[in-house]
Structures are given as structure tokens and as C-alpha cells.
């Protein structure tokens, strides 16, 4: 499995902490480039195509089964205006589950550009936040589909607001019978 992740070329990737210690206990290396998510946040900048990418890994929740703590999401608001004055664009990457992405949200308008979310609740393709400054994707449980996000317009100015069709487009593919697996990586993984 790991050999399949690092084929798809990642540029960045997060592991929960139960993620890496099961391929830790298989003997198997983390996969490249990925971020094992921690009690607070982590950063890392990224340059692609002349752009800095800013990335803010939001921690896992102490309590799953409870709200995130608001120090928490505090923590994370904080690592992304840090990153802010680095990066072009600051997206989060998330794995707390949809109630607490909308808090975060919520209670940090702005904080983030984009939100890659994950975890417990439904899977968007897109959603805006009640600003419309930052644009929310999540995937769907189990990987039977891939979110794309096609991105034409990057914020920058005070007043961008996320506008689909006019600077992003989202498309949530479904991997279905209409994708043959490909050999390689079918053969790395069985």
C-alpha cells in the first residue's frame, strides 16, 4: 500500500496516528512526503509552479467522540496566519470530521484559503464558507471516489471571494467500473 501512495507522487499527504503506527507495526516505511498528525498543528511550505503553498496540518482531537476543544482549533487558526505572511495560499488539511471543520470555520473565517477535510460525517465536493473565503472539500468515506478541484484564480487580494465556475470547479469522481485498475499498482498492493 505504501508503495502504491508513493507511485501516485504526493506532493503532501497526512497520516492519523493509529494510520502510522499500524504500517509501523507492518514493518512498512511511512509513505513519502506524508505528515503524521499530531496534539497540535503542524506546517510545511510548499513551492509549485512559483506559488508557496502554505500547508496546516490540523491535529487530531483528544476525544473523538466529543467536540474538538477550542484551543485546538485556536492553535491551528494561529498556525495559519503564521503561514500567511510566507505563502500565497494557506490550505488546511484536515482529518477532525465535518462538525469540527465547520467550527473551525465558523469561529476562524478566513484563517485558511481551502480545507481538505476528512473523517467522521458526509463528503462535499465544495462548499464555501459563509464569507466565501474559504473553500471546503471533503472526501467521501471508504475511497470510492476522488475529489478534483480545478483552482483558476488564486486569492491574494482583501476582497477574493471563492465564485465557482469562475475561479474554481470541483468534480467528484466515482471509481467505478468505468476506471480499470491499473496493473502496476495492483500488482504493488496485493
Do not use: C
Amino acid at each position: 500500500m505504501v508503495k502504491a501512495m508513493d507511485a501516485m507522487g504526493y506532493d503532501a499527504g497526512a497520516l492519523n496516528p493509529d494510520e502510522a503506527a499500524y504500517l509501523q507495526k507492518a514493518g512498512a516505511p511511512l509513505p513519502a512526503r506524508f505528515t503524521v498528525l499530531g496534539d497540535a498543528p503542524k506546517t510545511q511550505l510548499l513551492k509549485k509552479d512559483g506559488k508557496t503553498f502554505g500547508l496546516v496540518f490540523l491535529p487530531v482531537s483528544p476525544d473523538p467522540k466529543k467536540p474538538a476543544p477550542a484551543a485546538l482549533l485556536d492553535a491551528t487558526a494561529q498556525a495559519a496566519r503564521e503561514l500567511r505572511q510566507k505563502a500565497d495560499v494557506v490550505v488546511g488539511i484536515s482529518g477532525l470530521g465535518l462538525s469540527d471543520e465547520q467550527v473551525f470555520l465558523d469561529t476562524h473565517p478566513g484563517a485558511v484559503d481551502v480545507l481538505l477535510g476528512s473523517g467522521p460525517n458526509a463528503g462535499t465536493s465544495s462548499r464555501l464558507s459563509a464569507d466565501a473565503k474559504t473553500l471546503l472539500s471533503r472526501t467521501y468515506i471508504k475511497g470510492k471516489t476522488v475529489n478534483r478541484l480545478d483552482i483558476y484564480a488564486l486569492p491574494g487580494k482583501a476582497d477574493f471571494a471563492w465564485k465557482p465556475g469562475e475561479t474554481f470547479k470541483t468534480d467528484v469522481v466515482t471509481l467505478d467500473d468505468r476506471y480499470p485498475a491499473d496493473p502496476a499498482v495492483e500488482k504493488m498492493v496485493q
